[in-house]
T-cell receptor, first 114, second 111 residues
Framework: KAGVTQTPRYLIKTRGQQVTLSCSPISGHRSVSWYQQTPGQGLQFLFEYFSETQRNKGNFPGRFSGRQFSNSRSEMNVSTLELGDSALYLCASSLELAGTDTQYFGPGTRLTVL | DAKTTQPNSMESNEEEPVHLPCNHSTISGTDYIHWYRQLPSQGPEYVIH???SNVNNRMASLAIAEDRKSSTLILHRATLRDAAVYYCILRAYNAGNMLTFGGGTRLMVKP
């Protein structure tokens, strides 16, 4: 089975622009979560989707948004980019929503904001 | 989610066992103990999880204290490939898939 894929792998944007990142979960997985990883803050939860509905949201401003499609693929969008948005954005998929479900992470998208 | 406390870093020699501790004194009865690790330049990967009893899998063993206020991840024979940041995370059974990562323990393995 193919793992979680994320596109693009690297991205360079300038302040004020917007960006869309894509995540394809493992086949059959219905839950997708997004995380931001920075050297200062570590790994932080952004949001979680299940069956096209956002089930949980982390403490991030409204500039960060996401959605999930009927095939479970997910996108996240960051509008009005700031320098502090430079980070590794990780997507994780799992079968369901149970607290015992294993999360499978993708390789991440490295976003640099200039 | 209840908080976990881990040492910032640990060192081990190759082919020796490694015991990575985690304290979680405020754990609740429905919290599962999960361990993930993140190898350099990769996303985190699942290692093991448990509730009350000790658990073994092909990667590691998880020893859970009787009062569940602490746990230990055991790598039986560390290899260079095990050098990573190890995260101990508590997850409530009905709390969805959100993982609350702490600082983790950076494990260095010496040849």
């Amino acid at each position: 089975k193919a793992g979680v894929t994320q596109t693009p792998r690297y991205l360079i944007k300038t302040r004020g622009q917007q960006v869309t990142l894509s995540c394809s979960p493992i086949s059959g997985h219905r839950s997708v979560s997004w995380y931001q990883q920075t050297p200062g803050q570590g790994l932080q939860f952004l949001f979680e989707y299940f069956s096209e509905t956002q089930r949980n949201k982390g403490n991030f401003p409204g500039r960060f948004s996401g959605r999930q499609f009927s095939n479970s693929r997910s996108e996240m969008n960051v509008s009005t980019l700031e320098l502090g948005d430079s980070a590794l954005y990780l997507c994780a998929s799992s079968l369901e929503l149970a607290g015992t479900d294993t999360q499978y992470f993708g390789p991440g998208t490295r976003l640099t904001v200039l | 989610d209840a908080k976990t406390t881990q040492p910032n870093s640990m060192e081990s020699n190759e082919e020796e066992p490694v015991h990575l501790p985690c304290n979680h004194s405020t754990i609740s009865g429905t919290d599962y103990i999960h361990w993930y690790r993140q190898l350099p330049s990769q996303g985190p990967e699942y290692v093991i999880h448990g509730l009350t009893s000790n658990v073994n899998n092909r990667m590691a063993s998880l020893a859970i204290a009787e009062d569940r206020k602490s746990s230990t991840l055991i790598l039986h024979r560390a290899t260079l490939r095990d050098a990573a940041v190890y995260y101990c995370i508590l997850r409530a059974y009905n709390a969805g898939n959100m993982l609350t990562f702490g600082g983790g323990t950076r494990l260095m393995v010496k040849p």
